[in-house]
């Protein structure tokens, strides 16, 4: 790890080879605030640049569309250049898929249920 590790209401977010990594805290309904929280950690991290994300959703309850849309705003796509989205619980999936159809962002999305694949294709935005 290159950074610590900062633990949000909803999320633990760091940097990592690279790239940054958020994941879902276990069971957690994610609310607006806590996307604009991980926006602004993830601003941080990047420190003025533009950096893939690893965002691993797995373990998330629940998303609203605000806190979705968040990830769309032109804050968020000042410092991410590529996404890769983990995830694999049914909820997670349903997230993932209403992320993709409704609330689609100005950078590269792929989602994935694989990590290792999930990095891979995040090397090419490094």
Same mark, same amino acid.
């Given at each position: 790890?290159?950074?610590?590790?900062?633990?949000?209401?909803?999320?633990?977010?760091?940097?990592? @080879?690279? #790239? $940054?990594?958020?994941? &879902?805290? +276990?069971? *957690?309904?994610?609310?607006? =605030?806590?996307?604009?929280?991980?926006? @602004?950690? #993830? $601003?941080?991290?990047? &420190?003025? +640049?533009? *950096?893939?994300?690893?965002? =691993?959703?797995?373990?998330?309850?629940?998303?609203?569309?605000?806190?979705?849309?968040?990830?769309?705003?032109?804050?968020?796509?000042?410092?991410?250049?590529?996404?890769?989205?983990?995830?694999?619980?049914?909820?997670?999936?349903?997230?993932?898929?209403?992320?993709?159809?409704?609330?689609?962002?100005?950078?590269?999305?792929?989602?994935?249920?694989?990590?290792?694949?999930?990095?891979?294709?995040?090397?090419?935005?490094?």
């Amino acid at each position: 790890m290159e950074e610590k590790v900062i633990e949000l209401k909803s999320s633990y977010i760091w940097l990592e @080879d690279g #790239i $940054i990594r958020v994941l &879902a805290k +276990k069971n *957690v309904d994610q609310e607006e =605030d806590d996307a604009k929280e991980s926006i @602004d950690a #993830i $601003i941080k991290l990047a &420190a003025g +640049k533009k *950096v893939p994300v690893l965002l =691993d959703i797995s373990t998330l309850q629940s998303s609203t569309e605000e806190a979705r849309k968040q990830f769309q705003s032109k804050k968020a796509f000042s410092s991410i250049n590529g996404m890769a989205m983990l995830l694999n619980s049914p909820s997670s999936r349903l997230i993932g898929t209403l992320f993709l159809n409704l609330n689609l962002p100005n950078y590269p999305l792929k989602i994935f249920t694989s990590e290792r694949k999930a990095v891979e294709w995040l090397q090419d935005y490094l």
